[in-house]
């Protein structure tokens, strides 16, 4: 198993985060990993994405100009990624902001929409984790416990409390990502 994933968004959606929870997920369940951040200098409200390799074998190279699975959380990020998603590939984007869906017909198309359901639980900063659940819900290749693992390695101690929400949010999340293609 090898997975090639780019999470894009703005700055303080928490794309940086998921991406280190997948990376420390992987290392705990004893895979080789790669995490490659990239943000603007001003991080909130700028472009930021991050790149995470997740494989059974070594990895040779940690640059990526394609990949299997892309996370889009704004339209600049659809814009610049839907065409680096592998044919057979995913791609998940929560409609949020988005002026048009996606147009590929060779990979396979799923909507979240993180934004308004973490608006209606009042848990605006669980919205990442609603991504992650949904995208894990799309292709469970890590399980669940290890992404648990890598949420309280990447969280501080004095956060810990927030766990049981963050995990609830990743349920939430599996159950309202759907399918368009």
């Known amino acids: 198993m090898k997975k090639d994933i780019i999470i894009a968004g703005f700055?303080?959606?928490?794309?940086?985060?998921?991406g280190k929870i997948l990376a420390y997920a992987g290392l705990l369940g004893g895979k080789e990993v790669t995490w490659m951040p990239a943000y603007g200098?001003?991080?909130r409200g700028g472009t930021a994405n991050v790149t995470v390799i997740v494989s059974d074998t070594k990895i040779s190279s940690p640059m990526l100009k394609s990949f299997d699975?892309?996370?889009?959380?704004?339209?600049?990020?659809m814009d610049k990624f839907e065409n680096s998603v592998k044919p057979g590939g995913i791609l998940i984007y929560d409609s949020n902001g988005m002026t048009r869906k996606p147009a590929r017909t060779d990979i396979s198309v799923y909507c979240i929409d993180a934004?308004?359901?973490?608006?209606e639980l009042g848990a605006q900063k669980t919205f990442n984790m609603i991504v992650l659940g949904g995208l894990l819900q799309a292709d469970p290749f890590l399980p669940m416990e290890d992404i648990m693992?890598?949420?309280?390695?990447?969280?501080?101690?004095?956060?810990?409390?927030?766990?049981?929400?963050?995990?609830?949010?990743?349920k939430v999340g599996a159950e309202i990502i759907r399918k368009e293609n």
């Open 11 to 18: 700055g303080g959606q928490g794309v940086l985060s998921m």
């Open 149 to 170: 693992a890598g949420l309280k390695k990447s969280l501080p101690e004095r956060h810990h409390h927030l766990l049981p929400a963050n995990e609830n949010a990743m």
């Open 115 to 119: 934004t308004d359901k973490a608006l």
């Open 69 to 77: 699975i892309a996370v889009v959380l704004n339209q600049p990020s």
């Open 41 to 43: 200098p001003e991080q």
